[in-house]
């Protein structure tokens, strides 16, 4: 069973589904998404930003927030920082999977080497990607390309 298959199922479980929705969400037009091709140059920062919560992220994980309507995104990796098995690790991958037809998804974080520090189902989201992955090292969130 793939990840994604392995998902759904999770999600399916947990929330009781058991059939079709009655109607699915149009698609995306290609250039609504045009934004997501600039993310793999975003190759710095000119300005940290801070989150209300005390983490630190980059201009990319900005324009991520703003062009998804993300800032959620940012507040749930923050909020996780408060559980020490997560905020001892200097280096985290955050992974956020959506099902983009069925709106929902999980965010999962590791250790960079593919140990789960943490998971979080989302019963219901409007991000527009299926994947992103973003890290947070020594306290700053960033894409890794900024890395």
């Known amino acids: 069973m793939t990840e994604q298959e392995r998902l759904e199922k999770e999600a399916m479980d947990y929330f009781g589904y058991t059939g079709e929705p009655e109607s699915s969400p149009a698609p995306a037009p290609e250039n609504k998404l045009a934004w997501a091709d600039q993310l793999p140059y975003f190759t710095g920062t000119e300005r940290w930003h801070r989150h209300w919560l005390g983490g630190v992220y980059t201009d990319g994980v900005a324009f991520l927030a703003e062009q998804a309507q993300a800032y959620w995104l940012i507040d749930l990796i923050e909020s996780w920082q408060s559980k020490a098995r ?33 998971r979080q189902k989302i019963p219901y989201t409007d991000f527009p990607l299926p994947e992103i992955t973003l890290w947070r090292v020594n306290g700053v969130l960033m894409l890794p390309s900024e890395y």
Request: glycine share 12%.
């Open 86 to 118: 997560v905020r001892k690790e200097t280096f985290q991958k955050w992974t956020l999977k959506v099902d983009v037809g069925m709106r929902y998804g999980a965010a999962i974080c590791d250790d960079g080497n593919g140990n789960q520090l943490c």
